[in-house]
């Protein structure tokens, strides 16, 4: 192979991988999504254990916690979130804090201390999509 056709090849990959589809943008997204959910019910359960009863109707607060693909409103533009569902207003309370209750910032210290295994996860599925674009790879 002649350094043209190397160069062409190699335009060729950059180009595939500079043109993701939203649906391989989700799957990015939602890997580090996913790390961040285990970290975060971790914390969760740590900082807020579940001691107290059954958790009501909606269950303990580190049971409420989910990701999923697409964004806040469920509109599917390649990113994913990560949060609390009915009891997202308790978490709140809790992190940030109330006339009565002293914060202790549980979600933004899990944010930060995930932020990277979310890092890798996300590249790590980076690689595995753009191995199978360019021929390898089984997924």
């Known amino acids: 192979m002649d350094m043209d056709e190397a160069l062409e090849q ?29 970290k975060l019910t971790e914390t969760t359960k740590e900082k807020h254990p579940n001691t107290k009863g059954d958790g009501g109707k ?14 806040i409103d469920g509109d599917h533009n390649g990113s994913s979130t990560v949060g609390f569902g009915k009891k997202d207003y308790i978490a709140r309370f809790l992190n940030d804090g109330t006339k009565y209750i002293h914060a202790d910032h549980f ?33």
């Open 107 to 139: 979600v933004d210290n899990a944010r930060d201390d995930a932020k990277d295994a979310v890092f890798s996860a996300e590249a790590e599925k980076y690689q595995a999509i753009i191995a199978k674009s360019n021929g390898g790879g089984d997924e």
């Open 58 to 71: 909606y269950g303990h607060l580190s049971e409420d916690i989910s990701s999923a693909a697409g964004d």
């Open 10 to 38: 190699w335009l060729r990959q950059v180009s595939k991988a500079a043109q993701l589809s939203i649906s391989d943008q989700e799957k990015i997204t939602k890997a580090g999504a996913d790390v961040y959910a285990k």
